[in-house]
């Protein structure tokens, strides 16, 4: 048995030297390349005016610019050129994706745009609707001739495809759906004449500097990450970024005859007339404006469209360790579901879901809160008595939103009610109000942090260096996992930096906390809350502390019921316990 041990012991450092080994190599080869890229600076005279955003690559309408303060990279329109002349239209990253996945992988993205056919002649009678008032049979002629459309144009089937990949992921379009399903329509938008300049740019950019891009993502290549197909701290699926290895000689040839000859040559030439004219700011940029200006909205809330389509995609999941949260059930149940181990972080339902299967763990998020108190017969119970006159718990009831930034600290013995509430609607799980667990050799530390009280981030940090203090007790060895609905703190936040969202004093400023990951063996944050789309990506490593540790955030979608986490977990060589053994501490 000792000997046992040992081995395990050995097989476990020899991984973990492993590991470290990768990183290293990849964060040396990452320098070499952010030098390559700095490099290039003096190439671009406006880069002297330019404090922190630098160009490194430019095209007559793109640039692919390097931001100094993150060490990000980005690609931006340089400003004339007009991505859509539909009023606040938010599918330009969606779009951009579809396009490089068409051209990588065009059966597949065919097949995809194939499996959404009722739910995209809904869309198309409704645009038909939405154009002439008529109302059009899902098997007219006229539906069925406009879904034939798509395939015939090459950039607009790109279109539709991003169309239906955002309506997959933050639900049912509702506003201008002429413009975007209606190939008649669609050619005065320019979507199309921005996307040939757009696909002409990347696969340029692609081929001439060590990057690759998702349509909306922008990452520096090395040979670390070119190499180790399976290092378990990248979870950018290589198949879908365009790079210089990338293989297009099938999807180029679906595309326009003179975009394929300018993109197999890799030169930017001029627009491709046959593709139509591109709209410029400066030709047509009054007009648009006035057309934002007196714009109508009429987009209605995708929850309230659901009903009227179907979901294409798979609700069973198999994930060994699945991470998941702000699904926000309408109907009060899970809309997928997993045999194994979840971790479900918060805001999970909107409708007091009950379920007697799912098994695995769960953090309490804000809509927990209101949730539980919107069943009148819970809500009658005399353990509330004394909060009710508390001005937070009267907006829970009322008016949830004006409640969030006035939420007790976690250690409020309110959110022990709301456990006790939570273990009757999911007796399998184990509800963690600021408790730990042990499953497969991993201890989850779950702390109750509803919302990110920026506003009150000492209190706040206070309450995250006692609890953790607490819960780590004296293991300092064994791996831990910190999970909460809203992120501890920016450095473990999958948010944006850019989002509206963000704020950049919401950020660790506690001694304690940083002594305390850098004591024990905490290797990664999972967190929920921000509704941050699973194709910006769900996890990434950072720095903190003087060690490298992953931080996930999985929002639901129906393309998303739920993260793998046991890819970045350390293989514990522990055989599997019958059930959860939890941590007496």
Not at 43 to 67: A, G, H, M, T
Not at 201 to 209: G, S
Not at 236 to 249: F, I, P, R, T, V
Request: aromatic share 8%.
């Amino acid at each position: 048995m000792k000997a046992k041990r040992e081995i395990s012991k050995a097989l476990k450092n020899e991984r973990k030297e492993a590991v470290e080994t990768a990183i290293e190599i990849k964060q040396n080869n990452l320098e070499i390349s952010q030098n390559l890229l700095e490099g290039r600076f003096e190439l671009y005279p406006e880069n002297r005016r330019r404090s922190v955003n630098k160009v490194i690559y430019q095209s007559q309408y793109f640039q692919l610019v390097y931001n100094l303060n993150h060490k990000s990279l980005a690609i931006e329109s340089k400003g004339d050129l007009i991505y859509s002349a539909i009023p606040y239209d938010t599918g330009r990253n969606y779009i951009q994706k579809a396009s490089i996945e068409a051209i990588l992988h065009p059966n597949e993205t065919r097949k995809y745009i194939e499996s959404h056919e009722n739910n995209l002649k809904k869309y198309l009678a409704l645009s038909i609707f939405q154009l002439t008032g008529q109302r059009v049979a899902l098997d007219s002629n006229e539906v069925e001739n406009a879904y034939q459309q798509i395939f015939a144009d090459p950039l607009f089937e790109m279109q539709v495809l991003g169309r239906l990949m955002q309506h997959d992921e933050t639900g049912p379009l509702s506003a201008n759906l002429a413009g975007k399903f209606l190939h008649s329509e669609n050619r005065k938008t320019g979507i199309s004449p921005y996307l040939a300049e757009y696909l002409k740019f990347v696969v340029e950019v692609t081929q001439n500097l060590p990057i690759s891009t998702d349509g909306k993502n922008v990452h520096l290549l090395d040979s670390a990450y070119e190499q180790t197909k399976d290092n378990v701290y990248l979870d950018q699926s290589k198949n879908l970024a365009l790079s210089s290895q990338s293989d297009l000689e099938v999807g180029l040839e679906n595309l326009p005859a003179p975009l394929k000859v300018e993109i197999e040559n890799i030169q930017i030439a001029e627009p491709i007339k046959e593709v139509v004219k591109p709209l410029l700011k400066s030709d047509v940029g009054n007009q648009l404006r006035n057309l934002r200006k007196n714009y109508v909205a009429h987009s209605q809330n995708p929850k309230d469209l659901e009903q009227y389509f179907e979901n294409v995609h798979s609700t069973e999941n198999n994930n060994k360790i699945n991470v998941i949260s702000d699904i926000d059930s309408q109907d009060g149940k899970l809309p997928f579901s997993n045999p194994n181990f979840n971790i479900l972080v918060g805001n999970i339902s909107d409708s007091v879901v009950l379920d007697s299967k799912i098994q695995g763990i769960y953090v309490i998020g804000n809509h927990e809160l209101s949730d539980i108190l919107s069943d009148q017969k819970i809500f009658s119970k005399s353990q509330w008595d004394d909060f009710r006159e508390k001005e937070w718990f009267k907006d829970l009831v009322l008016d949830p939103d004006q409640a969030w930034p006035k939420l007790p600290i976690g250690d409020n013995s309110f959110y022990e009610l709301i456990k006790e509430e939570l273990v009757q609607n999911y007796p399998k799980m184990k509800i963690l109000n600021n408790e730990s667990v042990i499953y497969e050799g991993v201890r989850y530390i779950g702390l109750t942090i509803p919302v990110a009280l920026a506003k009150r981030k000492k209190e706040l940090q206070n309450f995250i260096a006692i609890e953790l203090k607490r819960l780590l007790a004296q293991d300092k060895q064994i791996p831990t996992v910190v999970v909460s609905h809203a992120p501890l703190f920016n450095e473990f936040s999958m948010l944006s930096p850019k989002s509206s969202s963000y704020n950049k004093s919401y950020k660790c400023s506690h001694r304690e906390i940083l002594d305390l990951f850098e004591d024990f063996n905490i290797i990664g944050a999972i967190h929920g809350h921000h509704h941050i789309p699973a194709s910006s990506g769900q996890s990434k490593m950072v720095k903190f502390s003087n060690k490298n540790i992953f931080v996930v955030c999985s929002i639901y979608s129906k393309i998303n019921t739920g993260f793998e986490l046991e890819k970045l977990l350390p293989d514990t060589n522990m055989e599997k316990p019958l059930g959860l053994k939890k941590d007496k501490n």
